[in-house]
């Protein structure tokens, strides 16, 4: 299913080059980060990312944020290597069939080691989910 708010902006790029990303995606890096340091990505809702009661299924928003995050660490951080440390989400809304599904990430914080993020997936203007996260630099 795909309707208009489903439409992926001209300046999306896939980024779901490889393993578990390619399962689950095309995941989608969208433009250049936006006011204050703002990284965005996307995924449309298809029958496979969803649960058994018609939602977007939690487990994929958490994978889509971790993606989310794991990116914006190597971007705002050069990093070449990384591992996620820890990842809080709070479940707010449910995702819809055929949404385009937005993640938007910040960095809240960066030393030589540590990366600490925040961020949120909407889906137009409804809220699906908020969290935060620290990554480790490895390289």
């Given amino acids: 299913m795909t309707t208009a708010s489903s439409a992926l902006p001209p300046d999306a790029e896939e980024i779901s080059r490889g393993g578990f990303n390619r399962f689950v995606g095309p995941i989608y890096k969208l433009g250049d980060s936006g006011p204050g340091g703002t990284y965005r990505y996307a995924f449309i809702a298809a029958e496979r990312h969803m649960n058994a009661a018609g939602s977007v299924h939690g487990g994929m928003l958490m994978t889509f944020m971790d993606v989310a995050m794991s990116r914006t660490t190597r ?32 960095v809240v914080r960066a030393s030589r080691s ?26």
Wanted: net charge positive; with cysteine.
């Fill in 114 to 139: 540590f990366v600490f993020m925040s961020g949120e997936i909407l889906a137009g203007d409804r809220p699906l989910m908020n969290a935060t996260g620290l990554w480790k630099i490895v390289l």
């Fill in 75 to 106: 971007l705002a951080a050069g990093a070449r290597s990384l591992s996620t440390v820890s990842m809080s989400c709070d479940f707010v809304g449910p995702g819809r069939l055929g949404d385009l599904v937005e993640a938007r990430v910040r």
